[in-house]
């Protein structure tokens, strides 16, 4: 069993995306509530202020850390988020930063990425309100799986589906993680609160028709991702309290 202790967190948004204001709200909410304490944000500008920035907070974390929460708010691609200037960056890249080897003072720590992204779908600028983007993934291998230990990572949707955002309430994931944290978090290890929220957004995706924002035609349902993809390797429960 692991209880949180001095948790550090670390959001990614790329705010172009209409309604990613609702998003970050709930998020910095839930670091609040949660024990993380002064998250580090990043506007998701471009790469290189990207990656100096997760390099830089992951360099002032001390041996007294008791776990790291990663949320991602981006366009994407299978294995890939794309930031506001169209820069693209492998997940893979980030995960890589906090494992064992780069960043001593988490080991043996739980580790917790949240990635609200599509992962693999050609899209176009008239599908606002999916958060892919307009390059084809067919040419890429499938993202590598964390090797680290204890890492946990929430994909929004499963491999070559879409993620969708509504512009007045932002994307159902996190409405939902708001939900669960807020009234289970006090007895639910962080695995199983997940699998809530997935519940959750079992029941409200069928209703399509209700994330859509101003008329703007979606693709057909089926491509639209309606189940979180839960990979983990964590070797402890993790509780948030």
Not at 56 to 83: A, K, W
Not at 93 to 111: D, G, H, M, V
Not at 170 to 193: A, D
Request: charged share 25%.
């Amino acid at each position: 069993m692991y209880t949180i202790h001095s948790g550090k967190a670390f959001l990614l948004c790329d705010e172009t995306r209409e309604g990613s204001e609702h998003d970050v709200e709930i998020i910095e909410c839930l670091f609040q509530t949660n024990g993380f304490e002064n998250p580090t944000v990043s506007k998701a500008e471009n790469k290189e202020a990207v990656m100096t920035e997760f390099r830089r907070f992951r360099d002032q974390l001390t041996g007294d850390v008791g776990c790291l929460m990663v949320v991602i708010m981006c366009h994407g691609r299978l294995g890939h988020i794309s930031l506001s200037n169209g820069e693209e960056i492998q997940l893979e890249t980030i995960y890589q930063l906090f494992n064992n080897s780069q960043c001593p003072a988490l080991r043996e720590k739980p580790k917790l990425f949240v990635v609200q992204a599509c992962r693999g779908e050609k899209l176009h600028y008239e599908h606002p309100q999916i958060d892919g983007n307009i390059m084809n993934s067919c040419n890429f291998v499938r993202e590598l799986l964390p090797t680290e230990s204890d890492v946990m990572v929430v994909y929004a949707v499963c491999p070559d589906k879409l993620a969708i955002r509504h512009k007045d309430h932002g994307c159902p994931m996190f409405v939902k993680m708001s939900e669960v944290f807020e009234n289970e978090n006090t007895h639910l290890h962080i695995y199983e609160l997940f699998t809530q929220v997935n519940r959750r957004l079992d029941e409200i995706i069928p209703d399509f028709a209700g994330w859509e924002a101003d008329s703007t035609k979606l693709p057909e349902q089926g491509k639209i991702g309606n189940s979180l993809h839960i990979v983990s390797s964590l070797t402890k429960k993790w509780y948030l309290k």
